[in-house]
């Protein structure tokens, strides 16, 4: 039997691939506008590139957009290049600008023919499941004391940048800047089926960037910085706080309130999550069950969990194969598909199968179908993963897939992670003067000197 290459790509129909690769996408320019306006009518203000992380536009996307409001509502004016603004005094075109009833947290895509959601007026608050995170700085007092106030806004400043950069990778919405504090709400005003999960992630990433942010404060200030986060699931009600000149959106309820409770009760540079959050994530993290806690103001004690850090799960599928899945039921024309391409493939034609679908139909289960009986011929199989959390990175499947090949520990330090590089290397016999620096630049890994520095292109 001559060597075959098959191959199984998943994506979702109409969507974006998470490891970069773009699939077609239509994109309703109107609906996007709409939301701008309802945006601008609500805050006054907004930036350009706040527009960008928004509604997900690349720069050329921005510019219609921008051209268009400007032509299209004379209550909207450039704000000095920064972003746009809303004249409310303005009247010349009124019966151009009429009032947009739809929220911001409406989805700017849904499927062609689909008739439009009810949404509710933009000034009423929503019902909603939030997974609220609360940040805090440990020991700030002390902090306060030991800097000068000036040199005190430049840490706190980067401790800030460093949550944001964090907080974007997961589409996580800081509702506040309380001071030394980060409040932070998942599951508004975009929400996603993984919001508890994209929570305890970012969780875990501030305490990894705050890791490499020590490390330039320790050289510039003679300092390092600890943080306490706590994380809770619930009910709240979120929608316009505030009078005057002044207004935000705010949830309200009790969900916060633990949020912030339990982050006073997380040891410095920890995450501390309550059972609520507990059961929606605890298949995809290791956590110590740190017993049941008392709360002021709260009747009843609460049982609090304490993050460890990823269990190796990738996916739902990967739960559920545990558990046991239930039969696949009215897929065998597919499967039957998938299984002649394999035989094509055994036979030395190689093939690449792209299934596509809307979320949810089932594509991963079929290809966990197909895999199910190699697995039963003792057939080698290589699963790369695409990651909703890094689209900014084309190679991630590959770098995922080879940190899981070395067994990656974060907690490892660099030269047993390259070790292990060298020997796996020389299990497959590359030559490791060429491989080695390839593949220790893509895991970011420092290159031994003994190597000759690489000499190629990104």
Known sequence: MSAAVFAVMVGTAGGR???????????????????????LQRRGKVTYNALKLQ???????????????????AQVVDDAGRGLMWVRD??????????????????????????????????EAERRQLTVLFCDLANSTRLARQLDPEKLREVVLAYQATGVEVLQRFDGYIAQYLGDGLLVYFGYPQAH???????????????????????????????????????????????HMGSGGRHEQLALGETPNLAARLQSLAAPDTVTISDATHRLVQEYFRCDDLGLQSFKGVDTPLRVYRVVGES????????????????????DPELGLLRACWRQSTDGLGQVVLLTGEPGIGKSRLVHA????????HTPRLTLRCSPYHTTSALYPVIDHLQRLLQWHRDDPPETTLARLEQAMQTVSLPLAESVPLL????SLPVPAHYSPLTLSP
């Open 17 to 39: 691939w998470p490891c970069g690769a773009q699939v077609e996408k239509t994109v309703n320019l109107y609906d996007v506008l709409d939301q701008v306006v309802a945006l």
């Open 55 to 73: 509604f997900n536009l690349n720069d050329e996307q921005l510019a219609i957009v921008k051209d268009e409001l400007l032509y299209a509502h």
């Open 90 to 123: 303005s009247t010349a075109n009124q019966a151009q600008a009429p009032p947009v009833t739809r929220p911001i947290s409406q989805p700017l895509y849904r499927p062609q023919g689909a008739a439009p959601p009810i949404a509710p007026r933009p000034d």
């Open 193 to 239: 089926e993984d919001d508890a999960q994209r929570a305890v992630r970012t969780g875990l990433g501030l305490l990894e960037s705050m890791a490499s942010l020590n490390t330039v404060l320790d050289q510039s200030h003679g300092l390092r910085l600890a943080v306490r986060i706590g994380i809770h699931t619930g009910p709240v009600v979120v929608g």
């Open 312 to 331: 190796g799960v990738h996916s739902r599928l990967d739960v559920a194969s545990v558990r046991g899945l239930t039969p696949l039921v009215g897929r």
């Open 370 to 377: 197909l895999t199910e009986r190699l697995v039963e011929k």
């Open 440 to 443: 220790a630049s893509l895991l």
